[in-house]
């Protein structure tokens, strides 16, 4: 909320919005923030007299005609050295990002389509099965908000199942050339180092000046504990690169002069973000309305020079966002298979608070087995910034705290702190107390949020803490810089080092059956008709999305790994996966235990039920599944002896499951 000063060391921002204001870069001496805007732009400067300006002469002096002063000559050319030198140095920092990103994904690089995260193998192929869906809406003008590709014939509203239009439609070049599996690497490496290279573009360009501290917050904001932990899994939630620019243009509108253009722009910033995720876009908005809160809460006659514009520019976002996410918003919450709140298990995640000084599993002082029971699971690792992190975090606020930008980022760090901490409060794992988050956890759209996860704006706060610290420390005045430079570094060695980035673990899969690879399905399942795995699709079996994923999804499966409403029925709460099946947990048991049960006739008419509710055309279980004898065995009690066709036993079904069967 304060305003930008003129940069003597450094020419304007040539990509700098015209017309808006620099509203947050703040001074080393923290000055009151004025109650109008200031146009970006370089500095104005009072003409110099004649008498001082280089090359002058003095009265009646004769001047050399056509002579031009040197050091008229000199300014441009140095301004344009030090706008190269920024340049450079902007490169440097975002080379050294996405190395970083590199450096973290490089085992899944090693082999896209046979390496996974260790610890969780959903996710990644249900990423991989969107981004192929993603191509069928490019290329075949596929309905890009609900799917029967899979669950079928129920389908999936993949509306409310963050199916990252806005990053697979780009991303279909690369999923046709390299599949799925690249393209999803692919995200994640441009997710984490996209994310850090725009809170640095923010930071450099509108809060410090000093281009070190931009990197050193931006490093936090891109390589978090809690963006390593969704890297995962989750490049819907680690791909942030515009939230930054959303929070600027936010701020912007608290002191411009054209709110319905700066309102249009915030307006298609929320409308892509809402195609990459919505819990992520709902959590900025938040946030923003937090910081503001408690900056005006300090500065009250701000609120009356800022609520105009503000008002103005978000009722413009509101109606131009709102038109244009109208229809998908209705699919989301009134469209086939829309649910409404999640599933109890999911609601109820929340950070231990031992989780805000234990270092991330994915970090170099991280430890897999100390934080089992600090967070619900490894891909939530939403807090984990490490005792020396946290505790330099409040060194900084108390140090800081009479600038009233430091108090509010302190306030709003602290609020989703304690909402993350979800509807119980625990200690290592030990129950405390309820949380206020009991209280909200019932409202529209916070019903639908994953409580651990406001932990992430916990994170950015703490980034732009470190941006604004370093550069304070480096603007401080005392005899001995060398010393303060050197306790500066120290400072940050101490509290980044424990959690400093290390490669995801990972492990290998299974590669998709050569009968899929080479077609051989294609003789068997019809345009209406499904392919049925053993064991049925689920969400502990997400293999066979992968599968279809790689053909494009030019075949149909029953269940899969997804979030639909209770027994199908659209407006119940969502849960995970389709409607229950009893063949299918009858398989995942087999494939579980190892043991062969003995069926009896009412078995054998509810598997095939399903099957011809499924519409199956085949029954394939590959050679290499774990437990594939007794598998074998289980659904030869049902189907009959299977016949092998390349690398899968198959059973056709398709006499059994036609309508006239």
């Known amino acids: 909320m304060t305003p930008a000063e003129p940069r003597g060391d450094s020419p304007p921002d040539a990509d700098a919005p015209t017309g808006s204001a620099s509203v947050t870069t703040v001074a080393p001496t923290a000055p009151e923030p004025p109650a109008v805007p200031e146009p970006a732009g370089p500095p104005a400067t009072a003409p110099e007299p004649a008498a001082t300006k280089p090359g002058a002469t003095k009265p009646g002096a004769t001047k050399p005609a056509a002579t031009k002063p040197a050091a008229d000559e000199a300014r441009p050319a140095a301004r344009r050295r030090r706008r190269w030198t920024l340049r450079r140095i902007d490169l440097a920092v975002h080379g050294v990002f996405l190395l970083a990103a590199l450096w973290v994904t490089s085992g899944i690089w090693a082999d896209p389509a046979g390496r996974v995260a260790a610890l969780y193998s959903s996710d990644p192929a249900q990423v991989q099965f969107f981004l192929a869906h993603s191509v069928r809406v490019v290329l075949h003008g596929e309905f890009p908000f609900y799917t029967d590709q899979f669950n079928y014939p129920d389908g999936v509203n993949l509306m409310a199942n963050t199916a990252i239009l806005a990053l697979g439609i780009p991303m279909v070049p690369v999923t046709l050339l390299f599949g799925p599996a690249v393209s999803f690497v692919t995200l994640v490496t441009l997710g984490l180092a996209g994310t850090a290279a725009a809170w640095y573009r923010v930071l450099s360009r509108h809060v410090v000046r000093l281009r070190l501290a931009a990197a050193v917050g931006a490093w936090f904001c891109g390589f978090s504990p809690a963006m390593l932990s969704h890297a995962n899994w989750h490049p819907n939630i680690i ?30 910033l929320v409308t892509v973000q809402a ?13 923003c309305g937090v910081f503001l809160l408690a900056v005006v809460a300090q500065r009250r006659a701000l609120w009356a020079t800022a609520w105009r514009p503000l008002g103005i520019g978000m009722a413009v976002c509101a109606v131009l966002a709102g038109a244009l996410l109208a229809y998908p918003l209705y699919v989301q919450f009134a469209g086939p298979m829309a649910y409404h709140g999640l599933s109890d298990t999911v609601r109820d995640y929340g950070n231990d608070i031992a989780a805000f000084f234990a270092p991330g599993s994915t970090t170099l002082g991280g430890n897999e087995r100390a934080n089992v029971n600090l967070a619900p699971n490894y891909s939530e690792e939403n807090a984990f910034f490490g005792w020396s992190l946290s505790l330099l975090t409040v060194g900084i606020v108390v140090w800081l705290r009479r600038e009233v930008l430091v108090r509010a980022l302190a306030v709003t760090g602290a609020f989703f702190a304690v909402l993350s901490l979800g509807e119980r409060v625990s200690w290592w794992d030990r129950d405390l107390f309820t949380g206020p988050w009991e209280l909200l956890v019932h409202l529209p759209l916070l019903d639908a949020v994953v409580p651990t996860r406001f932990g992430m704006i916990t994170g950015v706060v703490i980034g732009v803490l470190l941006a604004f610290a370093v550069e304070r420390a480096a603007a401080l005045r005392v005899p001995d810089r060398r010393t303060v430079r050197i306790l500066t570094v120290a400072g940050l060695v101490l509290a980044l080092l424990p959690i400093a ?3 995801l673990r990972v492990t290998s899969r299974p590669p998709v059956p050569a009968f899929i690879t080479a077609d051989r399905w294609r003789q068997y399942v019809g345009p209406d008709q499904t392919l049925v795995s053993v064991p049925v699709p689920s969400m502990g079996n997400t293999d066979p999305m992968r599968w279809a994923a790689s053909t494009d999804l030019a075949f149909k499966i029953p269940g899969g790994y997804f979030l639909a409403p209770r027994n199908g029925v659209t407006g119940d709460p969502g849960r995970f996966g389709g409607r229950p099946s009893g063949i299918g947990d009858l398989l995942e048991e087999v494939a579980a235990t190892g043991r062969t049960p003995k069926l009896d006739d009412r078995q054998r008419r509810r598997f095939l039920d399903e099957l011809r509710h499924w519409r199956a055309a085949i029954v394939v279980l590959p050679l290499n599944e774990p437990n594939a004898e007794p598998l074998r065995r289980t659904v030869e009690q049902l189907l009959g002896p299977a016949r092998q066709e390349l690398d899968v036993w198959l059973w056709d079904v398709r006499t059994l499951t036609s309508q006239s069967a």
């Open 275 to 287: 195609f990459i995720n919505e819990e992520i876009l709902l959590f900025t908005a938040l946030a």
């Open 501 to 503: 980035p290390m490669p």
């Open 239 to 268: 791909s942030q690169f515009l939230l930054p620019f959303i929070v600027w243009r936010v701020l912007v509108l608290t002191r411009t002069t054209r709110p319905v253009r700066d309102g249009a722009l915030l307006a298609l």
